[in-house]
């Protein structure tokens, strides 16, 4: 006959009754209770709070205070201007943050492109980026090109 799941049954050992501190001599754990003898961590509700160090100044006290604080959710653009794309794509084309970093322009794309508007756009360029200033999707409409926001 197979085995029913009402026939299961812990291995010896695994599970193991709480010692109930408190509950007199004849629970085992009389007299004092597993908390030893005297002191202020065996007084009902003693003992004290994380990072105390028995009165000498805390670890936390000790060390320099930084000023301010580093915010996790800051997004890091890689930014390049119109004067630039200008030099990069003097007969027009397709600007990518791959085609940039091709040119050696940025060391690697881990980042997002950002177009800025510093400058004047002479051609006709398809500008496919992260994110535009206002100026900079103007002056490549303007100069007939496109924009395309990734």
Known sequence: MAMQQHDLRAPSGAKKNRKRLGR???SGNGSFSGKGMKGQKSRSGGGVRPG????????????????????????YFNLVNIDELNELYPEGGDVT???LVQLGVFSKNDRQLKILGRG???????????????????????????????
């Open 97 to 99: 943050l791959e085609g």
């Open 52 to 75: 105390f160090e028995g009165g000498q100044l805390p670890l936390i006290k000790r060390l320099p205070q930084m000023r301010g604080f580093k915010n996790v959710f800051k997004r």
């Open 24 to 26: 007199g001599d004849s």
């Open 120 to 150: 004047e756009l002479t051609v006709s360029l398809n500008v496919s980026a992260h994110k535009f200033s206002q100026s900079a999707k103007d002056k490549i409409l303007a100069a007939g090109g496109k924009v395309l926001e990734i």
